[in-house]
């Protein structure tokens, strides 16, 4: 199942500002399959533990902050080439610079609160999903 699934997450502001849905919406008009959802609520470590390649960065405080702030939803998602194919469709990580009708560029308000996560590699997306999710929520 390489390259057939990406993780995503959508981010607590986005949750926040009732976005959830209209993203769920367009992850699915964009021909992606959910194949596990769930709406909850990271811890700080948590997020620590989600965010820990990014621990030596001068955002990581902040980032895993704001992502143990509030709900999130998380997903593991299909289609062919499917990280690629997600990290185009979600648009740049700045929503500044996201391409118009982009889920970052319709529904993130900054480089931080920019609306969703989505995986950087195929091995990611599998560590990713498998940090959510049981054998027994998706059958990868």
């Known amino acids: 199942m390489a390259g057939s699934i990406t993780f ?16 769920i919406d ?15 609520k990271l811890s700080k470590e ?4 989600f965010y820990a390649v990014h621990k030596e960065r001068p ?9 143990s702030s509030g709900y999130i939803i998380a997903a593991v998602l299909e289609k062919d080439n499917a990280v690629e194919a997600y990290r185009n469709y979600i648009g740049a990580t700045n929503p500044e610079d996201a391409e118009e009708g982009t889920i970052r560029k319709l529904y993130g308000t900054n480089i931080e609160a920019n ?6 590699s195929d ?9 959510f999710f049981t054998a027994r929520e998706w059958d990868y």
């Open 8 to 23: 995503t997450m959508i981010k607590p502001k986005a949750v926040a500002n009732g976005n959830m849905g209209k993203i």
């Open 26 to 40: 367009k992850i699915i008009d964009g021909g992606f399959q959910i194949k596990a959802l769930k709406y909850t």
């Open 46 to 49: 948590e997020a620590k533990r």
């Open 59 to 67: 955002f990581y405080e902040g980032l895993t902050d704001f992502m």
């Open 115 to 120: 609306a969703v996560h989505g995986s950087d």
């Open 123 to 131: 091995d990611n997306a599998v560590i990713e999903s498998n940090f």
